[in-house]
């Protein structure tokens, strides 16, 4: 009701918004967040990579088939930090994984070509993901992902 | 069978951004265990075994003895300077002859000594006239392991008023061990004239001449024969009883080098090693000292893995230098063995990115006549190609569109946020050159806009964009707090 009642208040109202710490609707901030006037907290360095040297991973199946790929994930600041992963179709990773400061880890994420597929390349990407400020209006995250290729062998080849 | 991704709504947008196939980084390289060096104290042997895990094969590190432990010296009274403390003795007479025991302040170096003397009866017939006796110190027992080394020094005196062959006088120390029973001869001798202050010192003994555990006694038996009739005066001085026990130290700390390490965005330092006994640390050196990073406490054939993530320092321009020392102060006669199943460092290369978790876009008041528009710098975002292959890389991003908070629905214009790349920067004096500014353009959820870019074969190092950013707010819009995610992708 508040709201609406400030909505109504029209036009010359100010809009604090876009702005974190400004207006009744930012929430508070997290312990990490700096006071008023300070630089935002930077989120370190993220980086996703293959678990073998390369820029991109190939991985062959066929229709129906399965197969494992191995990647790393690496942090580069000096906390531990949770990494949510996100992958594109026919590929199944972890929802997150925790990394330890300036170490990587290495993730598996498995390929499952549906039946139907056909035969040929197919891309996909798997990206690591570092969150921004949940709390801020404007959080800024940061991405590094992995270009995966499917290879799908035709149906009845070798 | 599942087809769909398996995050939640909120990294849906995320596959959308991520569409574009991105460059993404040049994979991970792993460099094994190079080489071994800085004992003693310890001893390296088997270097293959540290570079390749999970063989059952096992670079090992032997404690050796570093000495340095100071050596034990018994029975307690020794010198003899103020007393016979300690020390009993049984004076064994006889019809021609009696022997007593006991101090002398005056004689030794420095003055106190222990002193059997000797006279004998009325012997008319000049017959043999022989009495003994045995000076026994207390007891001490040794618990130092295995000692490194056992020696026996004893200083005697032989007074028999100048006389030379009328009498003799022999003795003989033995080390009893009144644990085990027996004992063992440690010096001897016999003499039928004077002599003067003498150092005898024991051959033949050994680490296994005094057993940890065990209980011994220092006895010095004296004996004495002479024909002659009513003499006295005759006696022999001990002094500086000293049976040193010097005990092990058995130490290590050993070196393992990894050389040729590339650079990277990280390096995980990964160990997997188990000890037969005592813990060892395990050291990283980061150019000035050294630091425990981790523990060896796993008793083989179970192991502990250790991992770390290096420092730019303990990189070390690509020879990471790992110690493990052991970790028991002391005496120590057990040589304990670390076996190192493996040692690498995991490098991760590619391209990181990293900035401000947040941006603050200044509050804007409508004013019913024309829009307003808010601008503010993103902040310093940072692009690290730490790979070494130059194949280029670019940042792009892409933001949500500006919702009400807790409205949804609410949104600002699909066009309405803006971003304009600043000219790139390097804060380490990084190769500028084929490093330019993207276009930018209008930051939407599916279409990410470049930023900043590095042409293939440059953009090796470090590299900061520091975009300005502009929404622009409709005459007509619902006041109140809008939010958005902006989201940046190095590939």
Known sequence: MRRRALAAAALAAAIPAIAAGCGDAVTAAPPERPATGELPARSAPVALVPDAPGDAVVVEARPGGRARIWLRVANGGDRPRALRLGTGPWLRAPAAVEVPPRQSVRVGVDVEVPPSATAGEHPAVVAARAEGDPAAAVSVSYESAVRVTVRVAPRGGR | ?491
């Open chain 2, 1 to 491: 069978m599942r087809l769909a991704p398996p995050l939640a709504s909120a990294l849906a947008l995320l596959a959308l951004a991520l569409a574009p196939p991105a460059a993404l980084g040049y994979g991970t390289s792993t460099t094994w265990v190079t080489g071994l060096q800085g004992t003693p104290p310890g001893a390296w042997a088997n270097l293959a075994g540290a570079q390749a895990g999970g063989d059952g094969d096992a670079a090992t590190l032997t404690e050796t003895d570093a000495a340095g432990v100071a050596a034990t010296l018994q029975p307690a009274n020794r010198t003899f300077d103020a007393d016979a403390s300690g020390w009993t003795a049984q004076d064994n007479g006889a019809a021609l002859c009696s022997v007593s025991s006991g101090h002398d302040a005056g004689d030794g170096a420095p003055p106190g000594s222990i002193r059997t003397s000797y006279a004998t009866l009325a012997n008319l017939l000049n017959l043999l006239a022989a009495c003994d006796s045995a000076w026994t110190s207390d007891a001490f027992t040794w618990t130092g392991g295995t000692p490194a080394s056992v020696a026996f020094e004893i200083d005697r005196l032989v007074d028999l008023n100048g006389l030379v062959g009328l009498a003799t006088a022999s003795w003989t120390v033995r080390l009893v061990d009144e644990t085990a029973g027996g004992s063992t001869v440690l010096v001897s001798g016999s003499r039928t004239s004077d002599s003067g202050w003498t150092t005898q010192t024991a051959t033949g003994l050994g680490p296994g001449s005094i057993v940890s555990g065990r209980t011994y006694r220092i006895r010095i038996e004296v004996a004495f024969s002479s024909t002659l009739s009513l003499v006295s005066g005759f006696g022999v001085n001990f002094d500086n009883v000293r049976l040193q026990v010097t005990p092990q130290n058995m130490r290590a700390a050993g070196e393992l080098v990894v050389d040729g390490v590339p650079q990277g965005s990280t390096h995980t330092l990964e160990l997997r090693a188990g000890t037969t006994g005592e813990a060892f640390a395990v050291e990283v050196f980061d150019g000035t000292a050294w630091t425990t990073r981790g523990t060896i406490a796993a008793i083989t054939p179970a192991a502990d893995v250790v991992t770390h993530g290096l420092t730019p320092q303990e990189w070390n321009g690509g020879t990471v230098r790992v110690r493990l020392v052991d970790q028991q102060t002391g005496a120590d006669d057990t040589g304990d063995v670390v076996s190192v199943d493996e040692l690498r460092v995991v490098s991760t290369g590619g391209i990181s990115v990293s900035g401000p978790a947040s941006v603050t876009m200044p509050a804007v008041t409508i004013d019913g006549v024309a829009p307003q528009v808010s601008t503010a710098p993103l902040g310093d975002v940072e692009v690290v190609d730490a790979g070494g292959a130059a194949s280029g890389w670019m940042l792009s991003a892409t933001a949500t569109r500006w919702a009400l908070d807790g409205s949804p629905g609410e949104l600002l214009p699909a066009g309405a946020f803006t971003a304009a790349p600043g000219a790139p920067s390097t804060p380490n004096g990084s190769d500028l050159t084929g490093v330019s500014a993207g276009a930018g353009g209008t930051l939407g959820p599916s279409v990410p806009i470049p930023l900043m870019v590095a042409a293939p074969g440059t953009g090796i190092g470090t590299y900061r964009q520091n975009p300005t950013l502009a929404l622009t707010v409709p005459v007509t819009v619902r006041h109140g707090v809008y939010r958005s995610q902006i989201t940046l992708t190095a590939s």
